[in-house]
């Protein structure tokens, strides 16, 4: 069984930071690229970040672009996603995602049919 859990989460205040992990296990044998997503009560899921595996080429959200740094550590099968500069916009449920096989185009990472697994996700929630 494929899976990723995410951890993590928590409440912080405006302009603190918070780091986020995940790890890939089961029948998650090769990655492509993994990913963060966020959604927020009401909204839809949208793009954070994401990050090639094996070149390690990273992609940003304009909203998070210099506060947000997302890494992996491939032996371990895990992805971090450190979040600095924290707002009270940033307040949602992140979810890491994972895609196995070769995406011809970058573009459809940054979307959620760019990926074959998902994560349950872990709350952040930034006070003011």
């Known amino acids: 069984q494929a899976q990723l859990v995410e951890s993590g989460g928590g409440l912080v205040q405006a302009g603190g930071s918070l780091r986020l992990s995940c790890v890939a296990s089961g029948r998650i044998f090769s990655i492509y690229a993994m990913g963060w997503f966020r959604q927020a009560p009401g909204k839809e899921r949208e793009f954070v970040t994401a990050?090639?595996?094996?070149?390690?080429?990273?992609y940003y959200a304009d909203s998070v672009k210099g506060r947000f740094t997302i890494s992996r550590d491939s032996a371990k099968k895990m992805a971090y996603l450190q979040m600095n500069s924290l707002k009270p916009e940033d307040t949602a449920v992140y979810y890491c995602?994972?895609?196995?096989?070769?995406?011809?185009?970058?573009?459809?990472?940054?979307?959620?049919?760019?990926?074959?697994?998902w994560g349950r996700g872990t709350q952040v929630t930034v006070s003011s």
């Open positions: 995602a994972a895609a196995n096989n070769f995406r011809s185009s970058t573009s459809v990472l940054f979307t959620t049919n760019g990926y074959n697994y």
């Open positions: 990050i090639k595996w094996g070149v390690g080429d990273t």
